[in-house]
């Protein structure tokens, strides 16, 4: 079923949630400054899917259309399309859209809970196809928690035991896990928050080695939301001085699980750790080829900021300039392009499409280097005026506003509250978590970089040069 953005907002502020904010535990969640901000993105997923049938696929497994970012990609044209899509998303909210990881949760678990029923002759697949049959049908929004907080990371995990997510107990009716995630994109904001591993283990720590999806249902899972000085521009209020004050900053919290009760239905992966390593390395490859994509939509938000600064400056005939703009379409293209060709060069695996795995993580790490680059370009065609600027509500003072008004005015073809808001736009993209969330979000570019070293192919490159050479 495909809904609206309306129908799962409405949804959402039905559920029941211990969130914080600040230091306090707020009630009617979907209407916190804080919060707002991210149920617009991810409903924004919701009515784009209305609009582009790419992004509504039919799914065999429910007989429906269902929300692309809940498909099983089977071919790598059902990737090029999610990619599609995240770069729209991306390019059109200037933020995170949430429901991404979700996404490669289930293309991860599709795959490795069928392996692991061939292997062991157990039936986590037949589990997992039946909550994906509910998520396609009732068309939830997904994401995906992986990052434990690890604490002191020269230990192991079972040398730190409350630092990864672990199982307490287990009963006939399922498992009580505790432990926390961090860094999680929108987890509050959704119906369903996959929860996966941050890593591979070794022998002896298969207590750690799980997947499984909580619900809002479950007791005993507390959301603390970061605070960094978007969320205090947020609370001050203004029609638009937080810059993206429609789809806000990328939004994160922590989330701890205070001995929470699964249910064996939603447990996918239960002290295993081939399919530990199975469903880690799947979200990986696929999280890092649709980063790069994402990264693309992105940079296509800065460079329509650029070009509006250009033109609400007076200076959008300086060559020099627009020259900066060139090479930010490069940059977006190129990621976008790397994600395209992980999709087109990738594998099957367990009847799921998966991107090619060097190629993908090549994505992150040109990924990174091309955001700072296009970040680089809009901060040097924006001037200094993105930090320095006075803010809408002295532009509103009845005392100073006709001052602030007349100073930092430019083209008359803007007005100068149009200018501000370009400026404050850019100020979001110059300030907010997006430089840290590039980097690190989907896996640090060290990750990405380790994979590449494992998997590259030297001999060949060195036999080519060996011939060339002569050496033998
Ligand atoms: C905005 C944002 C959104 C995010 N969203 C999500 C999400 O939705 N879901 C989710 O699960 N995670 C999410 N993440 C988490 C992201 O995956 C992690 O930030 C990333 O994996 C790095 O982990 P860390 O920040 O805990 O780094 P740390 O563990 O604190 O490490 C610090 C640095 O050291 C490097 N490092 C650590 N150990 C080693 C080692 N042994 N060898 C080499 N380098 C090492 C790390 O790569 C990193 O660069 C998000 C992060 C951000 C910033």
Known sequence: MIITGNDYVERLAGYKREIYVKGEKIENFAQHPNIRPAINAIAFTYDLATKNEAYSPFSDLVGQKVNRLNYVNKTSQDLIARLDYQRELSMRTGTCHYRCPGSDAICSLYPATKALDERLGTDYHEKFLAFLKE???????CTGALTDTKGDRSKRPKDARDMYVHVVEKNDSGIVVSGAKIHQSGAFAADVNFILPTQTFKKGEEEFALAFAVTPEDQGIKFVLQNTGYQAKFREGGSFEPGNFKYGDRLTC????????IPWERVFVFEDLEANRHVLTSFAVSHRCAGAACKAGFIDSMIGAASLMLKANGL??????RQKIGEMVGISEA???IAIGAATKGREDSGVHQPNVLIANAGKVIGVDGLNKALMNLAEIAGGIPVTAPSEFD???????????KYLSANPEFSTEERLKIIKFIEFWATSSHLLGGIHGGGSPAAAIIFLQIMADLKSREDAVRDAIDLH
Do not use: M, R
């Not at 959008?316 to 300039?321: E, R």
């Not at 532009?395 to 008004?405: D, T």
């Open 254 to 261: 922590t989330v701890i699980f205070d001995n929470v009760f």
């Open 335 to 337: 990621a976008y392009g």
């Open 316 to 321: 959008d005939k300086v060559s020099a300039l």
């Open 135 to 141: 998520i396609q049908s009732k068309d939830y929004a």
């Open 395 to 405: 532009l509103k003072n009845p005392e100073i506003g006709a001052l602030v008004e």
